[in-house]
């Protein structure tokens, strides 16, 4: 018989079971329904699984890797800082990588942007951006505006005031309708140019000018609401709405800045700056979480001199110094390479290898612009069977709703934008 002392003890859970025991993932249940993939390492645009499979990152890690993975530039603007100070806070203090990257964010943004709010996510830059209107009309007389104009199948974050300028309805937030504040929303922008859109625009505003603040979309590319495209012309018109209302545009370019478009800033295709620019995910080459919220001298004095005195925001980790030097780094690097250049080449390895599920049954829509590629399906996608299909060509995607699509790191090369683009087809004829 085998004594207590000397009974073999029970195997060690695996590290995918420790993480159903306690790790919750984003939008998911708790435990989860299937298994994450475990990585072990990330070089280059691959990532290494640990039974060894190598997949070619076709998300960029949600769209923030642009440079790839175990870049030295970044790697060592880390370590340089690690030598520094972690965090210090920024209330009564400053450091040199915070003054160093607004520099560098106010020299590259349209102007007149010339004032950094350094916040610690995209989500909590579009809340000091709501903040910032809303501020701005208290400071200007106008206590009644507390309302946003935005337009449908945006999406913004999954914080509340963020949400609430999401899509109310099409939206991964309809959960939240009757608690999260009610915003003014026109319809959803068409994807080639429509002169009674911008018509319908000015009506909404109009009818709820007194009530309204700002107005914030995200230009070019509605991203999270359903990778949808837009004329840029239609910005002009909002513009011209704000203006002509004093209400204070925002343009979310958390998904759409420093390049993926094809432009730095997506607001530059429509050739107009707005009065907040919200930056986030590849500002920092996908090191460490960080955004930044950028607003023009007037929406600064006004808030300034208004009965508050500043801005009511300040987050605990607002400028880390980590995350601030390699943000800094991430900036200096994608401006020392052809990232145009290598944006363009990523349309078009793109569009040359999505071509054939223009054939294949299902698919509604396959569509192209900067390093964005979309398959849109005519019904919800089978997530696990699509990322199958995908992971088959060494590829990792992240299908959602009707959607299989990438953002590829700018750096990916043809070879691997032809694998991508391969795996898409595939995922799309399995979906």
């Known amino acids: 018989m085998t004594s207590p002392e000397t009974a073999p003890l029970p195997p060690a859970p695996t590290l995918r079971e420790r993480d159903r025991a306690h790790v919750w993932h984003p939008y998911g249940p708790m435990p989860g329904r299937t298994d994450p993939l475990v990585v072990r390492s990330a070089r280059g645009v691959r990532l290494t699984l640990d039974d060894g499979r190598e997949l070619v990152d076709g998300m960029s890690s949600w769209w923030a890797a642009v440079h790839g993975y175990r870049h030295p530039a970044l790697d060592e603007a880390v370590t340089r800082a690690t030598g520094a100070m972690s965090h210090v806070m920024f209330g009564g203090l400053t450091h040199d990588p915070a003054v160093a990257l607004a520099e560098r964010l106010v020299a590259l943004t349209p102007e007149p942007l010339e004032h950094v709010f350094l916040a610690d996510s995209g989500s909590v830059s579009i809340e000091v951006a709501l903040k910032m209107c809303l501020q701005y009309q208290r400071a200007r007389g106008r206590p009644g505006r507390t309302r946003m104009m935005t337009w449908r199948g945006g999406y913004h974050g999954d914080t509340f005031g963020a949400m609430s300028v999401c899509d109310p309805e099409g939206g991964m937030h309809a959960a939240w309708s009757g608690f999260l504040p ?21 009506a909404v505003a109009d009818a709820h000018a007194d009530e309204v603040a700002g107005i914030v979309v995200e230009p070019v590319v509605q991203g999270a609401g359903g990778m949808r495209f837009h004329d840029p012309r239609h910005l002009r018109a909002l513009r011209e709405i704000a203006d002509a209302h004093d209400l204070v545009l925002v343009f979310d370019e958390i998904a759409t800045g420093f390049g993926r478009t094809g432009t730095l800033f997506a607001a530059e295709q429509a050739g107009v700056a707005p009065d907040v620019m919200c930056l986030g995910k590849a500002l920092t080459g996908g090191y460490l979480t960080m955004a930044a919220a950028l607003c023009t001298p007037a929406v600064a004095t006004a808030i300034s001199a208004g009965e508050a005195g500043g801005l009511m925001h300040g987050p605990t980790f607002m400028a880390n110094p980590l995350a601030a ?97 391969g795996a898409m087809v595939a995922a799309a004829r399995v979906a």
């Open 182 to 202: 009610q915003q003014v929303f026109a319809d959803r922008p068409p994807s080639t140019y429509d002169p009674a859109y911008d018509e319908h625009l000015r």
């Open 325 to 421: 030097t390699v943000a800094a780094a991430s900036v200096d690097e994608l401006l020392r390479r052809d990232w145009a250049g290598e944006v363009a080449a990523l349309g078009a390895g793109l569009r040359e290898s999505l071509a054939p599920a223009r054939d294949v049954p299902g698919v509604r829509d396959v569509r192209v612009l900067g390093g964005i590629g979309v398959v849109q399906l005519d019904h919800p996608v089978d997530v696990p069977a699509a990322q199958a299909a995908a992971e088959e060509h060494g590829v990792w995607l992240r299908p959602f709703r009707d959607l299989v699509y990438a953002m590829p790191p700018y750096v990916t090369p043809a070879d691997d934008v032809l694998r991508i683009g």
